[in-house]
């Protein structure tokens, strides 16, 4: 029934859940914000993701330490964006097709190493939730925002840490100056080509975190295509929040509700098709980046290799 829907404990368990599953599209659109902001759009976000779930996942799997996992996953992440980069920045490689590249590749080694190295559905117990004293006890507001795992509370924190890295240090003044014009931040001594390296890198850290969040965090498991494209709806994310993590934030909890919404819809047992249902965060994506194309300006050095003159 549908007012069953609009029952206390499901409304509490559907903002709990949006709350908890914003986590993965932070991680992923707060990392490819700081490569599009330098000027390189890197559409290999979501193998970047299967490739950390893995990764997590399997070391977890073997020994049972989450830190060591995520660690993994936070290495392989930063291996793959490496890549990117050097495909980008040092080849000058047109970026939609390279980064569709890396996805493929991310894809398919993922799927591969699962079937070669698990080979069934197996779970793990993941980062237990930490109910953070006092504040979990209050009523409602308690049980959605202060009782979920590390990693959640670890995703909301980085968003004022980005926007602060991006907007009030010297860093983040390279990183928008190598974004907007490339040709003048070279002659001011910056160097364009280290300071792509770099946030394309740690946009490929950041996804490698996104993946880890869902395989040892939020669902414990990995099976093939896990991210079911979660990370080209970050990306659709980082245009909806104009390159700006607050609106990046009310962009990933937009997605993680109707997300949450549909998971209930399906749980309470309204007569919606299923498909239809799970259909719903990808039409929202495509309204996103429509209602995006409209009113936001994006770096004007974006997608556009440099290479120093002279």
Do not use: C
């Not at 993922?110 to 939730?129: I, M, Y």
């Not at 040892?216 to 970050?234: E, K, R, S, W, Y």
């Amino acid at each position: 029934m549908i007012s069953d829907l609009f029952s206390s404990a499901v409304l509490i368990g559907i903002f709990s859940s949006a709350i908890r599953l914003a986590t993965p599209y932070l991680y992923a659109a707060i990392g490819e914000t700081f490569g599009q902001r330098s000027g390189v759009l890197n559409l290999g976000v979501d193998g970047i993701m299967l490739m950390g779930a893995f990764s997590a996942f399997y070391i977890v799997f073997l020994s049972g330490n989450l830190w060591l996992g995520l660690l993994v996953a936070m290495l392989v992440g930063a291996l793959m964006g490496l890549a990117m980069a050097f495909i980008s920045v040092t080849l000058h490689a047109e970026q939609g097709i390279s980064g569709i590249g890396v996805y493929l590749f991310g894809l398919g080694m993922s799927d591969l190493l699962f079937q070669k190295l698990v080979n069934t559905v197996e779970t793990v117990s993941g980062f237990p939730a930490i109910s953070i004293p006092v504040l979990s006890d209050l009523p409602v507001l308690g049980e959605i925002l202060f009782q979920h795992n590390v990693l959640v509370y670890a995703a909301y924190a980085l968003v004022p840490l980005s926007w602060f890295v991006i907007n009030k240090t010297t860093l983040g003044l390279k990183i928008r100056a190598v974004g907007e014009n490339p040709e003048a931040a070279d002659t001011l001594g910056v160097s364009v080509a280290a300071v792509r390296y770099f946030t394309v890198t740690l946009g490929g850290l950041l996804s490698g975190i996104a993946g880890a969040s869902l395989s040892i965090a939020l669902l414990n498991v990995f099976q093939q295509n896990l991210t079911n494209g979660l990370g080209f709806i970050a990306i659709a994310l980082v245009y909806f929040g104009g390159w700006r993590p607050v609106w990046v934030l009310a962009g990933s909890l937009i997605f993680s509700f109707v997300n949450a919404l549909q998971v209930w819809v399906q749980v309470v047992g309204i007569p919606i098709p299923s498909d239809v249902a799970v259909m719903m965060p990808y039409v929202l994506t495509i309204v996103v980046l429509v209602i995006s194309a409209q009113r936001v300006r994006q770096p004007a050095a974006l997608t556009k290799p440099y290479e120093r003159s002279g």
